[in-house]
């Protein structure tokens, strides 16, 4: 497991035991951000020092520093094929009337190379991760949306119009059919993947359908993800809880709800 923290250092643990294997020093400023590529063997590292950091996960050396954002980055995610990576930045605006144009970059993972800048959020970007197939990019931000692009053209396909504050985390399921949300509104929301409908505004982007919304924690929701066989959501919030939801029935999963 890598862990990334305010003390600027990344940590490898042993998963079967909660060893510390080592810790990686490097950044100048708080790690937001970390993930492995699909191999294991590298790591991305995000900073508050505007930099994504490449690391080789045996040895901890820096393969590779890339540069770009304006502002310190809050999210990373690696394409199911490894060969591309995504990270999140911005900076917070009271009122979501700026376009915020370097937010979110896609890089080469060999290079280093900046790909693309995908533009669409109006306030910093907090959460993203590719589809299973790695044909698509979610993101999320404090505009209140999420976002969908395609991960090869960067254009965006449809914004998920629905959640009343910040959205925190972003998560695939595991067949690409649905996209679940965690927002600071203090809710889980699920999302069609596939289907968008014409915008109520014809200058933005699809609107894309909510399936269900889901209710239970007292605080905002930080994090989300699904388990590899799909049946399960996990959330993390401010109200010191973990919960665990059935992915088919979007109901909490009271017998093994973990606090």
């Known amino acids: 497991i890598v862990s990334g923290s305010w003390d600027k250092c990344r940590k490898i643990w042993d998963a079967a035991s909660g060893a510390e294997l080592a810790k990686i020093a490097g950044h100048r400023a708080a790690v937001n951000a970390v993930a492995y590529s699909p191999d294991g063997m590298r790591i991305v590292s995000g ?3 505007k930099t994504l950091k490449v690391w080789d ?3 901890g050396k820096r393969l590779a520093t890339l540069s770009g954002h304006k502002d310190g980055v809050n999210a990373v995610a690696c394409s199911p094929d490894g060969t591309r990576i995504v990270s999140a930045s911005g900076t917070y605006w009271e009122h979501h009337f700026r376009e915020e144009d370097e937010a979110l970059m896609v890089w080469d993972a060999s290079s280093g190379k900046k790909l693309a800048s995908l533009t669409g959020h109006r306030n910093v970007v907090r959460a993203v991760a590719y589809s299973p197939d ?3 990019i979610i993101s999320g931000s404090d505009d209140w949306t999420v976002r969908v692009w395609d991960a090869a053209s960067g254009t965006e396909l449809a914004a998920f119009l629905g ?3 910040a959205v925190r985390g972003v998560a695939y399921f595991p067949d690409g059919r649905r996209i679940v949300s965690g927002s600071y ?4 929301k699920v999302w069609d993947a596939n289907t968008f409908t014409e915008s109520r505004t014809f200058h933005h982007a699809p609107d894309g359908v909510e399936l269900a919304t889901l209710n239970g ?3 905002g929701v ?6 590899p066989d799909g049946s399960r959501i996990v959330s993390g919030s401010g109200d010191r809880t973990l919960r665990l939801w059935d992915a088919q029935t979007l ?3 009271e017998a093994c709800r973990a606090r």
Do not use: F
Request: aromatic content about 8%; charged content about 25%.
């Open 163 to 165: 959640h009343k504050d």
């Open 222 to 227: 930080y994090a989300v993800a699904c388990s």
């Open 251 to 253: 109901e909490p999963c």
């Open 185 to 188: 509104d203090n809710t889980l």
């Open 134 to 136: 790695g044909s698509r």
């Open 57 to 59: 996960a045996a040895s």
């Open 47 to 49: 900073s508050w020092d």
């Open 217 to 219: 924690h007292t605080d």
